[in-house]
T-cell receptor
Framework: NAGVTQTPKFQVLKTGQSMTLQCAQD?????MYWYRQDPGMGLRLIYY???????DKGEVPNGYNVSRLNKREFSLRLESAAPSQTSVYFC?????????????FGPGTRLLVL | QKEVEQNSGPLSVPEGAIASLNCTYS??????FFWYRQYSGKSPELIMS????GDKEDGRFTAQLNKASQYVSLLIRDSQPSDSATYLC???????????FGKGTHLIIQP
């Protein structure tokens, strides 16, 4: 099992360019998440999807859109990249609910916006 | 009040000693708690989870939860240089929005 996979691993964009970060999981988890991680800021939730067909905003959704394509895939789109979006992006899934829930993370995408 | 708070460190501990990492949390994230380890340039990996008051041991790691005082801690016994990493504390409120993370404590084990 691959767990949670993300593509690409690295990306450099110019201000104003668009791109889509891809995430896929083979753990059959219902919930999927996108976080960004910046130095000194910890992990901040951008968007999440509790189940196929639903998406909700997290703490820092501005400048991003998401698509839950099916149960396996959850993509994050930057329509017009800005230098403030330079960050490391992690996709995660959630096993279970209540006690027993655990998040599993993908390897991350490192994005530099010039 | 931040929902999950940690001292950012760095926390420096001699090799072989006990490293103690602490975290406080708010009512919203009070159902279950997690410690993740993150090496530089890597993704977070789960070390321990704890749901009930008291201690939970797994090898060299012990998680402690005190719901009355709203804190959770992680003890690492016989610290090794390979334990040097950032440790993230996280809490869950049971909702669909997943875990809430602290900013992490940078731990350095000195050989």
């Amino acid at each position: 099992n691959a767990g949670v996979t993300q593509t690409p691993k690295f990306q450099v964009l110019k201000t104003g360019q668009s791109m889509t970060l891809q995430c896929a999981q083979d753990m059959n988890h219902n919930s999927m998440y996108w976080y960004r991680q910046d130095p000194g800021m910890g992990l901040r939730l951008i968007y999440y999807s509790a189940s196929e067909g639903t998406t909700d905003k997290g703490e820092v959704p501005n400048g991003y859109n998401v698509s839950r394509l099916n149960k396996r895939e959850f993509s994050l789109r930057l329509e017009s990249a800005a230098p403030s979006q330079t960050s490391v992006y992690f996709c995660a899934t959630l096993r279970g609910a209540g006690t027993g829930e655990t998040q599993y993370f993908g390897p991350g995408t490192r994005l530099l916006v010039l | 009040q931040k929902e999950v708070e940690q001292n950012s460190g760095p926390l420096s501990v001699p090799e072989g000693a006990i490293a103690s990492l602490n975290c406080t949390y708010s009512d919203r994230v009070s159902q279950s708690f997690f410690w993740y380890r993150q090496y530089s340039g890597k993704s977070p990996e789960l070390i321990m989870s704890i749901y009930s008051n008291g201690d939970k041991e797994d090898g060299r790691f012990t998680a402690q939860l005190n719901k009355a005082s709203q804190y959770v801690s992680l003890l690492i016994r016989d610290s090794q240089p390979s334990d040097s990493a950032t440790y993230l504390c996280a809490g869950a409120g049971g909702g669909a929005d997943g875990l809430t993370f602290g900013k992490g404590t940078h731990l350095i084990i000195q050989p």
